[in-house]
């Protein structure tokens, strides 16, 4: 079983900063890449970024320059570093990881999300 825990959503004002966190436990081979997706109401799932094993990172265009995507292979943990928070970034936040399992093979699992809420 392979389980991914997001945490550190909430509510923010504009201009502010949150940091997520998202953690992958359970038995597995390796993790490749691992990224982060939002949804907010009545919008479709969007990428928001992405990250190899190696460390190469891709954004949106939306979050550029003011969200940061890092992991700690170690940790098996992938960060999402938001600043600069706007109205619209506003969703509820999914973490996601190109998982190998021995038996099993490769497949993606997703986090149960954490919201997110840039509001005055």
């Known amino acids: 079983q392979v389980q991914l825990v997001e945490s550190g959503g909430g509510l923010v004002q504009p201009g502010g900063s949150l940091r997520l966190s998202c953690a992958a436990s359970?038995?597995?081979?390796?993790?490749?890449?691992m990224g982060w997706y939002r949804q907010a109401p009545g919008k479709q799932r969007e990428l928001v970024a992405t990250?190899?094993?190696?460390?190469?990172?891709n954004y949106a265009d939306s979050v550029k320059g003011r969200f940061t995507i890092s992991r700690d292979n170690g940790q098996k943990t992938v960060y999402l570093q938001s600043n600069s928070l706007k109205p619209e970034d506003t969703a509820v936040y999914y973490c996601?990881?190109?998982?190998?399992?021995?038996?099993?093979?490769?497949?993606?699992?997703w986090g149960q999300g954490t919201q997110v809420t840039v509001s005055s």
């Open positions: 996601n990881a190109d998982i190998l399992r021995v038996g099993v093979g490769r497949r993606m699992y």
């Open positions: 990250i190899t094993s190696g460390g190469n990172t």
């Open positions: 359970g038995i597995f081979f390796s993790i490749n890449d």
